[in-house]
């Protein structure tokens, strides 16, 4: 009876933060408060430097035990580029962390102070730490995996297919082994929303902002998902870039789950609410075993 009422208080928990989520992204703090975090990953690092200045700070997630040489994954929150914040993401560097995989969550500066592109910038120098530093943590600096929701996604895009921002840090593309995108925006001119404008409309070559204008022969793998149902950053982005690289032959992960809105696609990496959607499972076979475990396609 009573571990009912506190699985009942829970649930109760969880969809008030997920609500609040919808509504003030910001409130991932609460979310990630009220959640279980997965057995078996630890915390080893926190506040750690990669720049200068307080949003330059990142976290470092590991298996528990030992480990070597295991597979490292870069995430990049979302929050419109002007908002967001590596503390309410321990739950899904746990959830990563649990299954071998050795996770690194970085701020970087929002809008206005990191202005496009310094929010790539950022974005760079945090890779660039992860291939000096990760390997006293257990990971391969030359399996480097980038991955994001929302604007987090269109980071990790962009640091994948426009190796400007990565050479420009002193890191190396070829580490990159994949990445992820969960609800990015890749294909957005003209500017039509607000987030975009405020963000990109002071760039003098707005094409050149766009992740599906850098795809070429011999990007890394992707996986790119959207919900069916996602009113603000629409599944045409996913179509629209599987289009693009279906003719240029990069493997690549197509997702479109029905039912599925903008946070949910992230929200569902959680522990408990994993039962929503098989997300958080894929991603972690596209790390550990390849884009041709999930029928990855080329054509």
């Known amino acids: 009876m009573v571990r009912s ?5 829970l649930a109760v928990l969880v969809v008030l933060a997920a609500m609040a989520m919808f509504t003030r992204p910001s409130s991932i703090e609460l979310f990630n408060a009220v959640m279980l975090h997965d057995r078996g990953a630890l915390r080893v690092a926190a506040d750690v430097a990669y720049g200068g200045g307080e949003k330059r700070k990142l976290d470092v997630y590991v298996p528990a ?36 995989i050795v996770t690194v969550i970085p701020d970087y500066r929002p809008h206005p102070e990191g202005r496009y592109p310094g929010f790539l910038e950022d974005s760079a120098a945090a890779v660039a730490w992860v291939q000096d530093q990760i390997g006293d943590y ?30 420009g840090a002193g890191a190396a593309r070829e580490a990159i082994a994949g990445w992820l995108g969960l609800a990015g925006p890749y294909d957005f001119l003209p ?22 204008n850098h795809a070429s ?17 629409g599944k045409h982005h996913v179509e629209r870039l599987s289009a693009k690289f279906g003719p240029l032959g990069i493997q690549h992960t197509p997702r479109i789950y029905d039912g599925i809105e ?13 039962w929503r959607l098989g997300v958080f499972n894929e991603m972690v076979g596209f790390i550990l075993d390849g884009p041709d475990r999930l029928g990855a396609s080329s054509t």
Do not use: C
């Open 5 to 9: 009422v506190l699985f009942i208080a």
């Open 262 to 274: 903008h946070f949910w696609i992230m929200l569902s990496i959680a522990r408990p609410l994993r």
């Open 65 to 100: 035990g030992t480990v070597e040489d295991a597979p490292v994954l870069v995430y990049f929150y979302g929050g419109g580029w002007n908002s967001g914040t590596r503390k309410g993401y321990e739950f899904l560097g746990r959830a990563f962390a649990s299954r071998g």
């Open 138 to 167: 257990g990971g391969d600096p030359s399996r480097i995996f980038l991955a994001g929701h929302s604007a987090g996604a269109y980071n990790a895009a962009m640091l994948a297919m426009d190796n400007r921002w990565l050479q």
């Open 217 to 233: 022969e011999g990007d890394p793998p992707a996986f790119i998902a959207n919900g069916y149902d996602d009113t603000i950053v």
């Open 191 to 212: 500017l039509d929303v607000e987030a975009s404008i405020r963000t990109f409309s002071h760039v003098n070559d707005l094409p050149s902002t766009q992740p599906i």
